[in-house]
């Protein structure tokens, strides 16, 4: 399982590749520079593997899923409010104050071309791993394998260009340390399109999910990874041609088996980050970018949890979206009250109390929590949770199909309804049908309630705003719902905040990247 995929890796591949895209020298101490080079290295089936499995690692990192990239998508997309004893820079997200020195913005940044580094040095050696005889490496796996970097590949691509717009495009590993220039942002668009379709694109060369290991990306994967991608760039058809290969996926009968650790990968999994305790997590506040040592666990639980760290907590905001009678609310939700640990426990949620002597009514996160069959985040490992990320799941592909459908041309609001209609419908769900809107625009007002409620905390709601041209006016929907302390910090600015600063890091370092190469309000 691709649990230990990374751990077994780490000793064969680390040491000598040149991981980083910036030439920041200080994180570039490799051990022995000339260990790995294809003529010595893709000799066998396990060097391919290895090389492939070190690619997903990065996915690992406290700059992306281990950490920070909940906070910052969450917060930004106010999700979440802070306790008080938040730290600075995850507050930061919630005011929009942060600078290219963000810290977390650095080690997202640079996770992601460590992760897009690794891809490449299994694609550009596509020839070397052609000549390892197929009794030893059959064909079909060596395109699966070249195909799992190239998803890969287009998944860093795709995190990065939502988040910075223009950024260099890395299609070889580096021979040098001088860096390359920032390119448009549509050319990043046409790379992760070319990773993604045709004949030798991942579409066509990674395997269905019955074929593959768990954890490795498939078919599936590629394809609703396409169809996002031509999503955002508002490409209608063929986002849904893309989705309509997304197939042998279901929604799961009751929606929390998307979150527990006992039913991972099921039906409605498309692609999920891996995370077990069982695997290692010593490294854990070691590894923000580099993914080196064992860091197999998520800080997720204890951040978030209401009975351990409670750093944040489900935004009033987020809370009042939800129908009454939803079910979703408490699948979602820990309130007052509640019953946790096998039942044998009660929640004791205290409200918010603020600077003028009012409180605000808090409840805490469920969803991704091991609360349902433990008191605490650290009951089994200290401040580590094995709950898998879900990146893409099955209900995400209906309401993006949805979208697809009303927006194309000569697009149906009816069937576009019914893709809506088919995840409120979940058995443990079952909620009334939404009736088939008028306008566009009123159909646009019920995919924003769904998407969310039912991908809430999921890093999905914030890059949804940006690419809908509805941050500026959510952000002054919000207003009055937030903490008074959240409301006095706020310096949003619609100009600026709808991409990240290029890390000032970077600019240092790249000689072909300058403080005037910065995205705008940042300087």
């Known amino acids: 399982m691709m649990k230990i995929l990374k751990f077994i890796s780490i000793a064969l591949f680390f040491g000598a590749l040149v991981l980083t895209f910036s030439c920041n020298s200080d994180k570039l101490e490799l051990t022995n520079p000339n260990e790995l080079v294809p003529d010595t290295y893709f000799k066998t089936a396990a060097q391919v593997q290895s090389a492939v499995n070190a690619a997903y690692g990065s996915l690992q990192t406290r700059g992306l899923y281990n950490r920070h990239i909940w906070f910052g998508y969450d917060n930004m997309g106010h999700e979440n409010s802070g306790n008080p004893q938040l730290e600075a820079d995850k507050r930061q997200y919630l005011n929009f104050s942060f600078t290219a020195s963000h810290g977390p913005i650095g080690a997202f940044w640079e996770s992601c071309f460590r992760g897009i580094n690794k891809a490449n040095f299994v694609i550009n050696n596509e020839d070397k791993i052609a000549e390892i005889p197929d009794a030893q490496l059959p064909a079909a796996r060596k395109d699966k394998f070249i195909g799992e970097a190239k998803f890969m590949r287009a998944l860093y691509y795709f995190m990065l260009v939502t988040r910075f717009g223009d950024v260099p495009l890395v299609l070889e590993v580096p021979d040098d340390q001088q860096g390359l220039p920032r390119v448009a942002a549509a050319d990043i668009w046409a790379q992760i399109e070319s990773d993604l379709a045709g004949p030798s694109g991942a579409t066509a060369l990674l395997l269905d999910k019955s074929a593959e290991d768990l954890g490795r990306a498939t078919s599936g994967a590629a394809w609703a990874l396409l169809g996002k991608t031509y999503l955002f760039e508002k490409k209608y058809q063929e986002a849904l041609t893309a989705f309509s290969n997304v197939t042998d996926y279901a929604l799961e009968a009751n929606y929390s088996n998307n979150f527990l650790e006992e039913t991972e990968h099921g039906i409605e999994s498309i692609f999920e980050v891996e ?122 592909v209906l309401l993006m199909m949805a979208e697809a459908e009303a927006n194309r041309s000569g697009g149906s609001l009816a069937t576009a309804i019914d893709y809506l209609n088919q995840v409120r419908a979940r058995a443990d769900v079952n909620m009334p049908a939404v009736a088939t809107p008028a306008t566009l625009a009123d159909f646009m007002v019920a995919l924003e309630h769904e998407r969310k409620v039912e991908l809430c905390g999921e890093q999905v709601r914030f890059p949804d705003l940006v690419r809908w041209g509805r941050l500026a006016a959510f952000m002054t929907e919000v207003y009055d719902d937030l903490p008074l302390q959240e409301k006095n910090e706020l310096v949003f600015d619609a100009d600026t905040h709808t991409l990240w600063p290029i890390p000032q890091g970077e600019i240092d370092a790249n000689i072909n990247i300058s403080n005037d190469d910065q995205n705008p309000g940042y300087n």
């Open 275 to 396: 995370f077990n305790v069982a695997a290692g997590n010593s490294n854990n506040w070691d590894s923000d970018r580099t993914d080196q040592g064992l860091n197999e666990a998520c800080f997720r639980g204890q951040e978030y949890g209401c009975f351990d760290w409670y750093n944040v907590f489900p935004s009033v905001n987020l809370r009042n979206e939800f129908e009454a009678g939803d079910p979703r609310y408490h699948y979602c939700f820990y309130e007052d009250g509640d019953l946790y640990d096998n039942g044998t426990l009660t929640a004791a949620i205290t409200p918010l109390e603020q600077t003028d002597g009012s409180t605000v009514v808090r409840v805490g996160w469920r969803k991704y929590q091991n609360y349902y069959k433990q008191s605490s985040e650290s009951e089994v490992a200290a401040q580590a949770s094995g709950i898998n990320m879900k990146i893409i799941r099955y209900a995400d």
